[in-house]
């Protein structure tokens, strides 16, 4: 659009270059009575706010930052206090497990060593038993032998007489 009204007017396009060519010009600031409120109305401000409102806030800020550093160093001595406790009950664990390990290996021992004592006093106990039980056995075999020889001419007798069917002289 300003090129269309320019291009109608080449006078006014010049114009427009010169001007945008052109260095800028000093700033000018009049100090008028306005400026002097403002700044009266800014001072007293601060002056009011610093005492009501600035100086609690950056106390307030200050605590803050000492509770969060005590906050982080009690954090750290506990985490300590709590590292130096995890050690000394994996110790303490390790020496537990070290007289239950010991302690186990004492009674299997006991136990393995009456296992055997148990083992041999049944064993003596089977093997005289099995001697007893022999001996009465030959014993009774023996009786059973000399009862049935001196029974055995006389069934010998019997049976041939049975057999040949008359009775047998001896």
């Known amino acids: 659009m300003v090129l269309a009204a320019a291009a109608s007017d ?14 800028p010009s000093a700033i000018n600031v009049d100090v ?4 002097v409120v403002q700044l009266v109305l800014f001072v007293g ?13 950056l106390k307030l800020f200050e605590e803050r930052e000492k509770r969060i550093e005590g906050a982080k160093v009690q954090a750290r001595h506990i985490d300590e206090k709590s590292a130096s406790a995890l050690a000394k009950y994996e110790s303490e664990m390790a020496k537990a497990r070290a ?3 010991a302690e186990r290996d004492l009674l299997r021992a006991e136990g393995v060593k009456q296992e055997q004592e148990i083992l041999a006093t ?11 039980g022999r001996r009465a056995a030959q014993a009774e075999a023996e009786k059973v032998r000399a ?4 029974e055995s001419a006389a069934m010998a007798r019997d049976l041939a007489g049975r057999v040949l069917g008359r009775e047998v002289q001896s």
């Open 45 to 57: 401000l601060t002056l009011i706010l610093k005492p009501i409102l600035f100086d609690p806030m």
């Open 122 to 132: 049944v064993r003596a106990a089977t093997t005289k038993t099995l001697d007893e």
């Open 10 to 23: 080449p006078y006014r396009l010049v114009r427009m270059l010169i001007a945008l060519a052109a260095p």
């Open 99 to 101: 007289t239950a390990n």
């Open 147 to 150: 009862v049935l020889k001196g």
């Open 32 to 35: 008028d009575l306005t400026f």
